[in-house]
């Protein structure tokens, strides 16, 4: 009972939070403290939301489906750098650096350059997305396989363990609460990626919808698309705390 109390006054002061907030905001659009023509009221957002409902959802899909393809795409190639890297020390010490070098690269600039070597279809996205979701995966996946108990690896080799025994008994377990720590950051990277891709080319997608109505003023489309960004990115999120606990059920047992 105190538990669930505790739960439900941490959800009521975010919540109170965003909704004075947004009571701020409506405020001083309302009475001419900040032009409307700069900063559109949240009702003329929401009447924008609803208006453009059909033609953000037909973009929010190709962003999700540019996000998805990097986003697995990037899982894929940190998991198994991940692996490679703890399994050969001298592939750790070749390859580390590089891939800490390949985060020191803005994506704005690296964006443009995809676009022109492949085109403006779906491929220089997704390259953009697994560029800045493999990073966290690799680092995070890296560090929970090399903090494995070394008493308890030590045991299972007295015992006769392989190295994939070892690994899937005892690494890969102990490193799921990091690839989960890391996975939602990769999901919020993967649509902002996405988003950030479609600015610098493309013909569908948010960030395609939101260069078009920059260009024709329209602020409030845009906070519109703004905030359509952020509750996806929050869904993702949960989405794989959802995954988290029923991948990880020992860590919600009382």
């Known amino acids: 009972m105190i538990k669930k109390l505790q739960n439900t006054t941490s959800r009521i002061w ?3 939070a965003i909704l004075m907030i947004l009571a701020v905001w409506q405020t001083a659009s309302r009475m001419g403290w900040v032009s409307a023509f700069l900063l559109p009221s949240p009702v003329d957002v929401v009447k924008a939301f609803i208006n453009d409902f059909p033609l953000l959802m037909s973009n929010a899909k190709v962003t999700l489906m540019e996000a998805f393809f990097g986003l697995a795409a990037g899982i894929f190639i940190g998991f198994l750098m991940a692996v490679l890297m703890d399994r050969f020390d ?9 891939i800490v070098l390949t985060q020191t690269i803005p994506t704005v600039a690296i964006a443009p350059l995809l676009v022109l070597w492949f085109g403006y279809e779906m491929m220089p996205k997704v390259i953009l997305i697994v560029i800045v979701t493999f990073f966290p995966i690799t680092v995070s996946l890296l560090d929970g396989f090399r903090s494995a108990d070394a008493d308890t690896i030590s045991l299972m080799r007295s015992m006769g363990a392989s190295k994939m025994q070892i690994f899937w008994y ?3 377990p102990g490193s799921l609460n990091q690839f989960f720590a890391s996975l939602r950051i990769s999901v919020s990277y993967a649509v902002v990626g996405a ?4 600015w610098l080319g493309g013909f569908y997608g948010l960030g395609v919808y ?4 920059k260009k024709a003023f329209s602020f409030d489309k845009m906070f519109a698309v703004i905030f359509l960004i952020s509750a996806i990115s929050l869904i993702l999120m ?3 705390n ?4 029923k991948c990880m059920p020992w860590e919600t047992k009382n």
């Open 242 to 245: 959802i995954l988290q606990k």
């Open 170 to 172: 005892v690494k890969f």
């Open 195 to 198: 988003v950030i891709s479609e």
């Open 14 to 16: 975010p919540a109170a």
């Open 210 to 213: 939101m260069t078009r109505v």
């Open 238 to 240: 949960k989405l794989v």
């Open 90 to 98: 001298k592939l750790y010490q070749a390859f580390y650096p590089l």
